[in-house]
Every structure is written in structure tokens, then in C-alpha cells.
Nanobody, 118 residues
Framework: VQLVESGGGLVQPGGTLRLSCGASGFTFSRYDMKWYRQAPGKERELVARITSAGGSTYYADSVKGRFTISRDNAKNTVYLQMNSLKPEDTAVYYC????????????WGQGTQVTVSS
């Protein structure tokens, strides 16, 4: 089982990034997908979530209207489009898969660093 994030980097305030998370080794379409982030000295927080078929999404208040989560089940990939980035968005972003029926079946990626700075 693997979740591999990509797309992180350094961006100026107001800029955009698109994170990707490629999945392998499990039935991707049977899993809800989430993006978490963890800033230095802070707890990991849920940023966005999308259901297994992509019919429902959730966003943390801090990113609502700026971030968009989407998925392509044919490509076993989930995305996080991040617009109007702010310095407070700086964190390591993690991809998480949770089975739609069995919460204990969960997998994590290794994380990708996003730094928003001028």
C-alpha cells in the first residue's frame, strides 16, 4: 500500500499550488480521502475531505473558498488545489485514506512541504 504526495514547494503569498496524492495497493474507489496539514509546533489538522465517489466534500473554515479537493478514481489520485495562499498555510500536507465502511482501514502518505513566504 502506498500514498505518495507531490506538488509541494515554496510559493509567495497569494500564489497557487496543486497537491497530488497517488494511491496504489488498495481499492481507491472504496476509500474516502482526506488532506491534513501540520505546522511546526501545532497539531495535525484536517484541511479537506472527499467521499469515495466524490459526491461530498468538507473544508476547514480556514481554507473554505480558497482550497478545492477533487479526485480521479480512474487514476487513483486525489488533488488539493490551493489558491490565494497565506503564510499561515505553511505546513507539511499529508494525504489520508479511510475505508468508507471500516474506519480502522486507514493509510497515510509521507507528506509534502508547503511553504508560503515572500
Amino acid at each position: 500500500v502506498q500514498l505518495v504526495e507531490s506538488g509541494g514547494g515554496l510559493v509567495q503569498p497569494g500564489g497557487t499550488l496543486r497537491l497530488s496524492c497517488g494511491a496504489s495497493g488498495f481499492t481507491f474507489s472504496r476509500y474516502d480521502m482526506k488532506w491534513y496539514r501540520q505546522a511546526p509546533g501545532k497539531e495535525r489538522e484536517l484541511v479537506a475531505r472527499i467521499t469515495s465517489a466524490g459526491g461530498s466534500t468538507y473544508y476547514a473554515d480556514s481554507v473554505k473558498g480558497r482550497f478545492t479537493i477533487s479526485r480521479d478514481n480512474a487514476k487513483n489520485t486525489v488533488y488539493l488545489q490551493m489558491n490565494s495562499l497565506k503564510p499561515e498555510d505553511t505546513a507539511v500536507y499529508y494525504c489520508n485514506a479511510v475505508h468508507l465502511s471500516v474506519q480502522a482501514w486507514t493509510y497515510w502518505g509521507q507528506g509534502t512541504q508547503v511553504t508560503v513566504s515572500s
